[in-house]
């Protein structure tokens, strides 16, 4: 198929250039922390980056099922000498795929045949809401209760059937590309000085040859144990991109149906690969959180109306690793809008929570990294009282994320899949004001000095405006404005001559009060409620247009791409 570019040579060549382009670089080839690896890890690391880069094409395929025959004629042009289509490729790598929403939360399209669809690419793109809505409760009227059940799991590829749907296995549907991935697992395993590790590998290896959720489990299980290995390699799965799954609760006849035969739909998983170096000094410093787990979950609001991921009276079921990365694939190293920071993975849908399996958290060290401290100081001068200039330290950002993913561990367990479209936005919600609402009490244990806690608070405030209104299926953006309201309405910042001052002492009891409703919203897994919640605070006010603007003047970056030194000289 042939296509036609979209973007004109003035708007690529704008958002190609490096204002408006952001670049995270990754480990150069002769980075210290490569060069010290023992060679059997060296030799592993090789075969890891090769499995995640076959995770990069079948999660395309996921995304969008333009991806790859787009890719392949940027390619063509390409080779003809084709400028538009050079310029096109680069857009194209950042955000891996055809389409994404910009920083500006604006949508780029890459093509002009190819919009966005609900289902992305796992479902039919000619597939309705309602078209899926009737086809579902035909197949459940005529007792077709396993099948319905396929469907909406989060590891099915869902394809037409005639007048039917059916959902195929991720291991089915990609077998050929599955069986690539676990030969170089298997291979990273006999190299690798690990032997935890290699065990891991080696599960892992296994659940990518057959299609049966409990092996990824006991992958997943033995994953979120690791906690002292030189290497790390995961595959993300994450379902915050599937708009379609979630809708099936909005339609009454149909939710007493799948209520009727205990079927909980689950969206689907887009899958990615992490490689990297295991940072021990980064890590000593995350696992100083762990022992307050256990109290932290004592203090959850409502914590005897649910159970939790971490058990009040027990040990902590949770490893935390600072990662100098490699390579980000598929999923987990899209640049749409943003780029994950860290992430708290199995998510509660997972099965191997349901053997006894923890959580691990995983931080990008190169990520996080500030590339430019001047343009800092810049946004600062520009948004925040200069009173509170003393207050503000990066590194405070990183501090909070640590809370924000250790409290994804808390709070309830199920539930929140019956919030449908809104279940993301609302744990995500949940995170922020889980780590937010802790902080005080972490200074009072000792995990902060009151300096820290002064420097959480206002980094976390500031930090929290966005350059604009974002769109409802921007989960970890929607949360920003919903908090940003929240705050206002109850004092805990001002905006004076135009810039932010936090109101220090109310922002903690402010964030307890929001995470008190949000766990109730769970708990409670009224959808209504949820949408409710959600439409009384996601507004955009004035203020925030305000900071916004000023915002956009500073920090002109559209877009962002990953540069891999590393994995490109290993693969």
Known sequence: MDYTFNLSMDELEKR?????????????????????????????????????????????????????????????????????????????????????????????????????????????????????????????????????????????????????????????????????????????????????????????????????????????????????????????????????????????????????????????????????????????????????????????PYANEYEQNIKPDEDSKQTMVDVDMVTATGDVGQYRGGITLAENLPNDDKLSLTIGGGRRNVYHRQIRFISDMKKLQERLDAILDKDQHKYYLDEADHWFTIGHENAHSLGPKTGSERLGKYRNIIEENKADMGSLAFVDLLTELGMYTQEQRLQIIVTTVADNFLKTKPTLSQAHRVRTVMQNKYFAERGAYDIIDGKIHVNIDKVVPIAKEMLSEIVRIQIDGDFDKAEKYINDNFVWTDNMELIGQKLQKINKTLNGRLETELADKLS
Do not use: C
């Open 16 to 300: 190609t250039h490096k204002d408006y382009l952001m670049t995270k670089k990754f480990l150069k080839a002769d980075a210290p922390e490569y060069l010290g690896l023992a060679d059997g890890d060296k030799e592993a690391l090789k075969h890891l980056v090769r499995a995640a880069n076959v995770l990069e094409k079948i999660n395309m395929i996921l995304d969008n099922p333009h991806n790859l025959p787009f890719k392949k004629f940027i390619e063509t042009e390409i080779s003809k000498g084709n400028k538009q289509a050079e310029l096109t490729k680069i857009l194209f790598d950042a955000q891996k795929g055809i389409t994404a929403i910009d920083t500006m939360s604006e949508p780029i399209f890459l093509a002009k045949e190819v919009g966005g669809y609900l289902g992305k690419g796992v479902y039919p793109t000619d597939l309705s809401v309602e078209e899926f809505h009737n086809i579902l409760i035909k197949m459940l009227n005529e007792g077709k209760i396993e099948k319905v059940k396929q469907i909406l799991t989060q590891r099915s590829f869902v394809e037409r059937d005639g007048d039917e749907l059916i959902g195929i296995d991720y291991i089915d549907k990609f077998n050929d590309d599955f069986n690539k991935m676990a030969d170089e697992l298997e291979m990273a395993s006999e190299v690798s000085t690990n032997s935890d590790f290699n065990e891991y590998l080696k599960l892992q290896a296994k659940a990518l040859r057959t299609a049966d959720p409990m092996l990824d489990a006991y992958a997943d299980k033995k994953w979120a144990t690791l906690q002292d290995t030189p290497l790390e390699f995961t595959i993300t799965r994450e379902n915050y991109a599937d708009e379609m799954t979630g809708t099936v609760i909005e339609n009454s006849e149909l939710k007493a149906l799948l209520d009727k035969y205990e079927i909980s739909p689950i969206p689907k998983d887009f899958l990615g690969g992490r490689v990297g170096i295991i940072n021990k000094k980064g890590t000593d410093a995350l696992m100083a959180i762990k022992k307050y787990l256990p109290i932290l979950a004592k203090n959850m």
